[in-house]
């Protein structure tokens, strides 16, 4: 607490005074008092995997796995005719009289539609993505070096339970390992573990909820509690009636169901005092769907009594937390669902990660087909602001951090926030991280502020202080221990196994010896017994290794290879080659040397210096068991459902900074995952001098999670203010201090910064913007002694916020477009590269100053005029690259700032991520990752043009260039590239085989594609045709809706209201 408030002590140095009188604060400004450029610095090491997320300064910029091929969770079950089907079925439904009347009863109508009856058969794989920009890492100590080669022959250096392995494997048949016996087997004996509840259904006769297991606290919001029971009936009503499709049942068994429907809808109609439909108000398709694409037969009790609480049900806001794997998402879901259907609204749903955003896009667009709502992506550079008004089907926007900002802005903006029924919020912790954490606080405050309809949910494994987010966002909280799962927890000193228990006097008792012979060789190699921990598990269950660091990760993943016994490449052998195979076709014919030595053996590293592909095709490959052994950064920790029947923690560290107990408690919570795991379990590894703090860590409460709203000061208050201005929410001083009293940091404050008031913060900050020349203030007199003072945005202060532009670039930035107008060079891409390369990415660029000079002395002449014009020479880089003195002084972000352009220069041109990451020396994630931050923030620059009458000539400019630079592949793969999860590789075999539009996606055969396309498995080319569906759906949507916008009547045409009053 006190770090905390300390941290923020030191940023925000304003003077401390008494609370200033209105007349004195902006009478007379003074300079600011606040830095803009220092924000940041002291967490750097701390929350670098967060920060560097951010790339650019501006909001969208995404982490770089915008691209990654999400196609991992479930079959889709379309056909063909889908959408004609659809909009047939539309067009009958729009003629009937009652249409607009009982909009519920269309959704009824459309989800039971004969035409939409499913043909799927399906499972689900649990798999996922994450993503983080984590920095280029030192190299740790240890394996560096090792010469010895992978698989050579080391038997006598075998750990005891690799020989004991494969004994078994000798005596057991083929199928010993085969991944889907294991799912099977897991899968039948998994209501044996322990925490497993006991079979129960809670669907079709849901009980009153009994609260005396969980913690509920209320403050309420009572009034809309009618309407949603109006809206419950209603969509009961039209459940009840609605016939249930039959994937393969009999008609019999079907019209029974739909008789059992119609009566339990009678009797809660009757009885009246819960309101709940079939399956949770929600027709009984939804519980279908679930049991075919998530395997998910019932639910747990914990999600039985939290979908039913009385606050729920009365749309009060709710927190609820519980550990991993607890199956969280699932309530959510079945909320999110109940809004589109039930209430019409739209949803929108915050993730984390762009990977994860695709993730769930893939997984709910089935459902949105099946179901008849819209699933749409804002992430990366995909979405739309203000989103396309929908004539009747509701959308459901899954967003990331960022873009859910953007798009509730832009709500505000057009007066359609009430549109928005739900908002939820997943990992709600991350509003304590960084300035991540400062957006989400801001999002949610302003919808706190603007619509009193709108319901916020949020939910997370790791929350502490969860009074003061309850008090933030006015809501009830729901707390449960439960995981499916069993997690036991070990740590490891020495060769001793200790296993966490908070009973015992220190936290821990023993459990076992390791049990190992080590050669004096793999002693020195492996000091800490990895290769030992590793076979107790692999190749039979997975294991996940998470490192302190990139190199550390690589160089772990070769250490183990080289110790491994030849019989580990005879594992799953075939599928093995087949993904080394896929790897060398996505890399244009490259193949990472360390992975072509570990994928053989099963094992892989995983962090942000692989491409997205790379890393989705190697979790694919994780996922089905082919590969059973990650080594990983914590880019891996938050929310995903990876398999790891033992997950270790190769130190107490992340990156130089001692392991918080909410990192730990992620990590640690991706072993044992509900539904791919029967069993779970962590070992820590640590050595004698960091027990005490590892006792410590496993005992200490979790931590705190503390506003940093004020903290992020140009990416946090700053940018709050400039928006609440420009959007009319608060512009007086009075208003928008009321406003700051209403956020999180509004409820911390005493803690957070003492010696200054709410008020005083408010003032300082709205001063600094005056004093900025992006706020203007206009004083009102009143009366004679009271004064108002009112804000309104100013050109350049629209531009920012409109940009979306980190207000510490804000100044910089205009100049540089300013000086740009001077003589812009358009001979080539690189000057406009160089105006659009993020700012917030020039500090952590150290160029290589051989490499740039050689690239400098390769350009044409009129690209060595855009050095000249910027101020860097020639004769500058090669003294740098000889090691010479410089004499005149240069501004080094300049000169830094052009090195990122030449890499993206030099991108564009080639098109390859694998030469110019040799051509530039730096990781091809790492371009990757350059490249979706400059494509972001130079559709951020575009929008400050916009705002700006001086800028117009750069617009039609920026739109190509954003464009070249999203999707930097050639412009006939763009349209195909557009579908969630299709990225460059698969988009050039899709192509070549003759799908070469939505169209041609939206309408093919998934067993056609299976057939034509190399390496596409069932699952995916079900998922890309379902996903191709749901866009080409949207996008035809869009287009209706902008015809019957064309030929509306205007509602302010001269004398229209005249005319239907004269009706009336
Ligand atoms: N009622 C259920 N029956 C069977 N499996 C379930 C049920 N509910 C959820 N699951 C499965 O449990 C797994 C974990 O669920 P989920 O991802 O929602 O966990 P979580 O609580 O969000 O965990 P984390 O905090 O780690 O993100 C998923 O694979 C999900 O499909
Ligand atoms: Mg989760």
Sequence with gaps: MDECGSRIRRRVSLPKRNRPSLGCIFGAPTAAELEPGDEGKEEEEMVAENRRRKTAGVLPVEPDDSEVDMFGDYDSFTENSFIAQVDDLEQKYMQLPEHRKHATDFATENLCSESIKNKLSITTIGNLTELQTDKHTENQSGYEGVTIEPGADLLYDVPSSQPIYFENLQNSSNDLGDHSMKERDWKSSSHNTVNEEPPHNCIEQPQQNDESSSKVRTSSDMNRRKSIKDHLKNAMTGNAKAQTPIFSRSKQLKDTLVSEEINVAKKTIESSSN?????????????????????????????????????????????????????????????MLQELLCCRKDVLMILPYVAIVQEKISGLSSFGIELGFFVEEYAGSKGRFPPTKRREKKSLYIATIEKGHSLVNSLIETGRIDSLGLVVVDELHMIGEGSRGATLEMTL??????????????????????????????????????????????????????????????????SRLLNYKYSDTLKKMDPDHLVALVTEVIPNYSCLVFCPSKKNCENVAEMICKFLSKEYLKHKEKEKCEVIKNLKNIGNGNLCPVLKRTIPFGVAYHHSGLTSDERKLLEEAYSTGVLCLFTCTSTLAAGVNLPARRVILRAPYVAKEFLKRNQYKQMIGRAGRAGIDTIGESILILQEKDKQQVLELITKPLENCYSHLVQEFTKGIQTLFLSLIGLKIATNLDDIYHFMNGTFFGVQQKVLLKEKSLWEITVESLRYLTEKGLLQKDTIYKSEEEVQYNFHITKLGRASFKGTIDLAYCDILYRDLKKGLEGLVLESLLHLIYLTTPYDLVSQ????????????????????????????????????????????????????????????????????????????????????????????????????CEELEEFWVYRALLVELTKKLTYCVKAELIPLMEVTGVLEGRAKQLYSAGYKSLMHLANANPEVLVRTIDHLSRRQAKQIVSSAKMLLHEKAEALQEEVEELLRLPSDFPGAVASSTDKA
């Design 275 to 335: 309101d709940l439909g079939p399956f949770y108000s929600l027709p009984s398709k939804v519980r279908d769907l679930y049991a075919q694409f998530k395997g998910i037969e019932k639910l747990y009790e914990w999600q039985h009594s939290c979908l039913t609480l009385n606050s729920v049900q009365e749309r009060k806001n709710l927190i609820y937390s519980l550990p991993t794997s607890g199956g969280k998402t699932l309530v959510a879901e079945i909320l």
């Design 845 to 944: 660029c150290n160029p290589d100053w051989m490499i740039y000079f050689r690239q400098f002395s390769q350009l044409s002449p009129a690209e060595q005029n855009v050095a000249a014009i910027l101020g860097v020479s020639e004769s500058f880089i090669g003294k740098k690259a000889s090691g010479q003195a410089i004499g005149k002084k240069v501004d080094k972000d300049i000169v830094n700032r052009l090195y990122l352009s030449f890499v993206l220069y030099t991108l564009l041109k080639e098109t390859n991520i694998w030469t110019v990451s040799e051509k530039f020396n730096m990781p091809r994630g790492y371009i990757q990752n350059l490249l979706t931050g400059t494509a972001s923030f130079s559709s951020c620059v575009l929008h400050f």
């Design 445 to 510: 405050a302003k919808i706190l502020y603007t619509s009193k309809t709108t319901q916020i949910i949020g939910m997370s494994a790791t929350l502490n202080n969860v009074e003061d987010l309850q008090k933030f966002l006015q809501a009830e909280y729901y707390t449960s221990q439960f995981r499916p799962v069993e997690l036991k927890e070990y740590l490891k000193i020495n060769d001793t196994i200790y296993e966490v228990d908070s009973k015992a006097e220190n936290g821990m008792t023993f």
